[in-house]
């Protein structure tokens, strides 16, 4: 903003310089209308900083209000997966105390018919001794 004023304060210096020292009345017409267009862009440029920062508080309200929602939304999953975990980790317990009893039952069974089968062949060993 203040350099486009001091570029034509410096053109106005120069034609002052290049007319010798005489300025005249063109010239003088024409630094004017340097010198207006030079405050009216500072005035245009002041107007858009000033447009650009409320564009730009606007714009960070609206993140932090975004940045909010994202978070209560993050929460809230945090929360649905964290009870869907505790869902899945009862089911799995249950499943292995059934296994467990489904292992003992036939571990039981196992061991039954083992005993069964030592019993049958300490008889026939007892019958082959007796055969002797």
Same mark, same amino acid.
């Given at each position: 903003?203040?350099?486009?004023?001091?570029?034509?304060?410096?053109?106005?210096?120069?034609?002052?310089?290049?007319?010798?020292?005489?300025?005249?009345?063109?010239?003088?017409?024409?630094?004017?209308?340097?010198?207006?267009?030079?405050?009216?862009?500072?005035?245009?440029?002041?107007?858009? =900083? $000033? #447009? *650009? !920062?409320?564009? &730009?508080? @606007? /714009?960070?309200?609206? +993140?932090? %209000?975004?940045?909010?929602?994202? =978070? $209560? #939304? *993050? !929460?809230?999953? &945090?929360? @649905? /997966?964290?009870?869907? +975990?505790? %869902?899945?980790?009862?089911?799995?317990?249950?499943? *292995? !105390?059934?296994?467990?009893? @489904?292992?003992?039952?036939? +571990?039981?069974?196992?061991?039954?018919?083992?005993?069964?089968? *030592? !019993?049958?062949?300490?008889? @026939?060993?007892?019958?082959? +001794?007796?055969?002797?």
């Amino acid at each position: 903003m203040k350099k486009m004023f001091m570029v034509a304060a410096l053109f106005a210096a120069f034609s002052l310089v290049a007319c010798g020292g005489e300025q005249p009345k063109q010239t003088e017409e024409s630094v004017d209308a340097i010198e207006e267009v030079a405050e009216e862009a500072a005035e245009a440029a002041e107007e858009a =900083a $000033e #447009e *650009a !920062e409320a564009v &730009a508080e @606007e /714009l960070a309200e609206e +993140a932090e %209000a975004v940045a909010e929602e994202l =978070a $209560e #939304e *993050a !929460e809230d999953l &945090a929360e @649905e /997966l964290s009870k869907e +975990a505790e %869902a899945v980790a009862k089911d799995l317990v249950k499943a *292995a !105390e059934k296994v467990s009893a @489904e292992s003992i039952k036939a +571990a039981e069974k196992a061991a039954g018919e083992a005993m069964k089968a *030592a !019993e049958k062949a300490a008889e @026939e060993a007892m019958k082959a +001794a007796l055969k002797l």
